[in-house]
């Protein structure tokens, strides 16, 4: 008789204490739990085996890129109603070793591992990044990080991003406008928050596809210096500048930020990048981007927070994020951005919080994804679409329920006399 579902079901159960949200679909066929929630499927015993060696949010992102498990119904549902279960219960050691001193746990753990089967652990998914964190955010190791997300294939990416080809929050004017409408207002907006005018000198760092540079070439005038460390972005945001006729206004480098040395710049914008930076080394950025900038000169950055910890000692990078989309990437509160900006000599004028945003946008691009899903995973691997979708979907209910946020920071280089070249009444630009 098939009963491994429900099996399942009463052993999570046991394990977590609660009733499981969702219905469970077994591998061999048989289902348990609410008729009308959305469905996880369990397609082998593997997928418990990956649960038991690595309990807790890594294990699930293993069994999901390797497909072992999966979501029938709507996937926005079943993370937001798995998420207490998985995502905010903590899974560090001492957690997990409180929770083994409860007969009830051990007794499911040990009924988990007899229907499991054997004990061997599963090798994790080949997406999955391995390395040493014994030096993170050295040129190397940040050119590493920067091609295992971006260098996934540019056809990928503009199934994904549509034809904006950018990949960071747009700005909606309401929830129903069209994605490219609102990724051009997102351009339009930095380039009006740093005065542009024709002739200045605009460096783009982190550029991307390059749509940002075009933007501001085309529009205000600027010649633009973009620089990024994806030889698959820079191709083709090469290509795109050609296209337009702004070879004599753009050029498109593979460099580090920190290789820059043929400043002073009128502006400079960073979007979407500052969250490669790493803890350790934003100030460094920070210093950086000031010593680049003329006098009066203007930085827009624009950048992913999280909310702040009660033990910031405590802050660990969410691990599948680490292992399978950003490398070492880091989110900082909004309040440690601005302090770091500040020490580096700039001055804060605006923040705007545009955390809303970026669930609209990440909500379309995974829709952009699911319409083209099997375009997409032939391109880009089935593990790795499936990985992005997982991110994207996750992230969006995280922006939506204020556990991640994101804002763009207008800084000036004051120049010693005091005169910012701010207008007296802020946020002229809107």
Known sequence: MADAALRLKSLFEQLLGTPIPVRIRAWDGSEAGPPDAPTLVVRNRRALRRLLWKPGELGMARAWVSGDLGIEGDLYEALDAMSELVWERGEDART?????????VRSAVRGLVKLAGL?????????????????PHTKRTDKRAISHHYDVG??????????????????????????????????????????????????????????????AAREYGVSVVGVTLSQEQAAYARKRVAGEGLTDKVEIRVQDYRDVT?????AISSIGMAEHV?????????????????PGGRLLNHQIARRPWQDESAYDIDEFIDAYVFPDGELAPIGTTVTQLERAGLEVRDVEVIREHYALTLRRWV????????RAAKLAGEGRARVWRLYMAASALAFERNRIGVNQVLAVRTPDGGSSGMPLRARSWN
């Open 96 to 104: 997990l070793a409180q929770a083994l001193r409860d007969p009830e």
């Open 119 to 135: 004990p061997l652990p599963p090798a994790p998914p080949p997406e999955e990044v391995r390395r040493s964190r014994a030096h």
């Open 154 to 215: 540019n056809d990928f990416y503009e199934i994904v991003l549509g034809p904006s080809m950018v990949y960071s929050c747009a700005y909606w004017e309401s929830p129903d406008g069209t994605l490219e409408d609102a990724q051009r207002d997102k351009l339009e907006l930095i380039c009006r928050k740093l005065e542009l005018t024709p002739g200045q000198r605009l460096l783009d760092v982190g550029c991307g596809w390059g749509s940002m540079a075009i933007h």
């Open 262 to 266: 043929d400043g002073p710049y009128d």
């Open 278 to 294: 790493g803890t350790e080394r934003y100030l460094e950025y920070a210093r950086d981007l000031f010593a680049l900038l003329r």
């Open 367 to 374: 829709a952009n994804l699911e319409a083209e899903w099997a």
